[in-house]
C-alpha cells in the first residue's frame, strides 16, 4: 500500500487549497489517516487527523477553525481542505496512516506509513 499526497501549490494569503492522499495497491487499513507538515529548518508538525471508520477528528490549534480533514472510504482517499491560508503555513504538507486505535494521534511515531509530501507556499 502507497498513499500519494497531491494538491499543492503557490496560493496569496487568505486562499485556499484542498490536498488529497489517495491510496493505492491495496485497501487503507489504517485506523486514522492524519496530515503533518514540515517548514523548512523546522520539525515535522501535526496538523490534523482522521479516523478511518468513524470520521472523529483532530486538529493542532493553530489550524482549527480554517483547516478541515475529511475521508471518501469508498475512494480510499484522505482530504485536507485549507481555509485562510496564512505565510506561515507554508511548508511540505505529508499524508500518513496509523494502525494503531490507541496511539496518540498527534505524534508522527505513531504513524507507521507516509506518503511523498506536496508543498503548499502561501505569499503574503
Known amino acids: 500500500v502507497q498513499l500519494q499526497a497531491s494538491g499543492g501549490g503557490l496560493v496569496q494569503a487568505g486562499g485556499s487549497l484542498r490536498l488529497s492522499c489517495a491510496v493505492s495497491?491495496?485497501?487503507?487499513?489504517?485506523?486514522?489517516g492524519g496530515w503533518f507538515r514540515q517548514a523548512p529548518g523546522k520539525e515535522r508538525e501535526f496538523v490534523a487527523a482522521?479516523?478511518?471508520?468513524?470520521?472523529?477528528?483532530d486538529y493542532s490549534n493553530s489550524v482549527t477553525g480554517r483547516f478541515t480533514i475529511g475521508r471518501d472510504n469508498a475512494k480510499n482517499t484522505v482530504y485536507l481542505q485549507m481555509n485562510g491560508l496564512r505565510p506561515e503555513d507554508t511548508a511540505v504538507y505529508y499524508c500518513?496512516?496509523?494502525?494503531?486505535?490507541?496511539?496518540?494521534?498527534?505524534?508522527?511515531?505513531?504513524?507507521?506509513?507516509w506518503g511523498q509530501g506536496t508543498l503548499v507556499t502561501v505569499s503574503s
Open positions: 495497491g491495496g485497501t487503507f487499513t489504517h485506523y486514522v
Open positions: 500518513a496512516g496509523n494502525s494503531y486505535a490507541d496511539s496518540d494521534w498527534a505524534s508522527a511515531i505513531s504513524y507507521d506509513i
Open positions: 482522521i479516523s478511518w471508520s468513524e470520521g472523529i477528528t
